[in-house]
């Protein structure tokens, strides 16, 4: 009894009490048996639980609690890139973009319970995928055991299997003629597409005030001459642009030699689209814009023919004052001079409802369409 009140144990203690109490001093007389080392698996496990109660803080109780028979979180999961979404395709056509950077995982199928996203088709699984999100960035997906299957890329996944997915893999659940597509970037927002538009609408246009004047010169002038019927004038470089605002550029100050005339024929009816250059160092750069959208053209006839498709991208592309009538010159003889000389000649060679190849010319790169 004394002994033990010298320790300031309780004398109301069993001695089992007293001697469990004396082994947990660490100053005592008596110390105790040091703890046996954790083993290996003892300290991955510890890690293991440590990082599945970090991961499960980021994600709603009743996330876990209505999912934990369906799937468990595994360790190496990870908070995913910010903008990481489904582009969600029907018949070509995206319909839907599907957030899915807010929880390491995601769970897809018909139970909308259950699922964090829910697809109603019944060729789904009630719990038919899982998407993970790994730590290091990457992203898998996992067939969890669904009757008619996921198909990445037209494969079909083996069940309960990891698979990587990178952006642009597409992902077919069951039956469904649904697509997904992974984007591991923001989607495009309506206000994003309609900047994208305008930048696409604007960036080809000229806009300096003399090019401007020019082109309302250039109007003018067409007008006069349609209402007079004369077809010549000395400076053919003045008779389009209006002789007060003429482009200057370093072909200019070129010699050339006389365009070949093209032979006696009757007038055809013709659309171009032109592109200025302020000097020769644009020439190249300009050819090649034209030759893309020489094949844009020819790509997005849409059933309408090739003249449709080209009054589209003289109203949205052409630096001439014809932009406002989509491109229409009419009908030009072998001598007009409506367009420069080596533009007419090289459209009389042309077979009717096709495009030229960009033609250079004192006012700039041109693409002519013969109707």
Known sequence: YSFC????????????????ALRSRKGGIVRATAAAAPTA????????????AKLHATIPNEKLEAQKESFSCPEWAGTPPKGTHLEIHKQGKVIDQIMID???YYLLGRNATICDIDFD?????????????????????????????????GDRLKGKTLTKVVDGDEIRLGESSRTMIIRTTAPVTQDRKRKTMEQEEHKDVFCATERLEAAKAAEHEIARRAAA???TQPNKRADFWGASNVPKTRQQQQPKEASPQPPPS???????ILKVVSDSDEIQQTKGFLD???QTILLNVEGKGVSHSFAKA????????????????????????LLPAEVITAAFLMEPESVSQPIVSELGVHLVFRH
């Not at 496990?45 to 440590?50: G, H, N, T």
């Not at 009757?266 to 659309?271: A, G, T, V």
């Not at 630096?319 to 007009?336: I, R, Y």
């Open 121 to 153: 088709h019944p060729s789904l699984s009630r719990v038919h995928l899982a998407i993970v999100h790994h730590n290091k960035g990457s992203v898998y997906v996992i067939d969890l055991n669904s009757a008619h299957g996921t198909f990445v890329k």
């Open 102 to 104: 807010k929880f390491p």
């Open 5 to 20: 009140t010298l320790l300031g144990f309780n004398r109301n203690m069993s001695a089992a009490d007293d001697w469990a």
């Open 314 to 337: 003289a109203k949205k592309h052409s630096d001439c004052p014809t932009k406002a009538k989509k491109g229409l010159v009419g009908k030009v003889e072998p001598s007009s001079t």
């Open 292 to 294: 893309n959208l020489k």
């Open 266 to 272: 009757d007038p055809i009816k013709l659309s171009h």
């Open 41 to 52: 698996d003892q300290m991955a496990e510890e890690l293991r639980q440590a990082l599945l």
């Open 229 to 231: 019927g004369r077809e």
